[in-house]
């Protein structure tokens, strides 16, 4: 490049870029008419330009009259400028663009293949979450070997993640999170049960595993799994089928919310509120340790609209409490004594 236009090149572009973004139209026709810099040094001065290309005359005669004329994604770039700051801006902002519909691309075609009820193209679906690229992608893999118990994949694609992403320390807590919701599922498996049948235990660590952070990964599929098998749902959400290509609601989907229980951590007693339940009537409190013993159990009476549960004889530690109603609803949560 600069044998063919000379070693002043760089010094035309470093004085055309240091007298930026106060160049004229004018001074921009000349450099590009006289084809004095070469296309992705005059594209560098003209984004930094944006006063002077803000002009639909100009960007034809770039485009369409001007020796060597300019490809249509470079007028895409310079357009992009009259509302970003940098070159680089622009740069990543049209980079981030065809990122989006290629990862939107792919994610089409993975879920194309899912939907496949005659048979499913293993080989194929793995390449394509591959091509996708983002460490998210990777925790779907996982997900879909561990539904098809090719636990060995599975655990060498997890073990992988930190040697194939420079993972920030934000990354790395989110990853640390999957990798004991991974964990969980293992041991799950290795007792074979299903996620539908844990005690109250196991419920207790997928509710700490849905708390540690809520927008990851680990924590949003703990969430899903606690609000459609125990009515844990916080907000209520609807789960997407890919096999069946639509929206199915969760039974029951409760919200949380309507559940109060306080003050918690408790001392001498705690409340429980349950009067927002409406056309559901309540019927009985259970309150159960981490062990999974029942320590507690009474009815309740709908129009009470409240609890009071003496803490004073049992022992500080964490407690799962269940509502349950007429209709065989429950209203799972946990509670701490701290005396």
Known sequence: MLESWGEGVLDLRSHLLSESPNLT????????GDNLLPQAMLLEVLIANPGATNDLSFLDYLQYEKPNPMSESMIDLIIESWTSDTYPEAIERSLSAVNQERVSLCNSIIHHILADSSRTEYDSLRTWIYRIGTIESRYDLIEFLLGNNDTTVAANILGSIPQDFELTDHETDQY??????????IALKNEDKEINQLDSIEISELLTIAGAMPNSFASMRAQNALCFFY???EPPIATVSLSENKIRKPKQILRKEIITAYPNPANEFIIFEYGSIVNNKVESLTITDMTGKKRFVTSLRP???????????INNGTYLYTITTQSGARYIGKITVQK
């Open 25 to 32: 139209q004018e001074v921009l026709l000349e450099v590009a």
């Open 176 to 185: 640390n999170l999957y990798t004991d919701l991974y964990n969980f599922k």
């Open 303 to 313: 129009e009470q609209h409240q609890y009071i549960y003496d803490t004073r004889d």
């Open 231 to 233: 009515n844990l749902c």
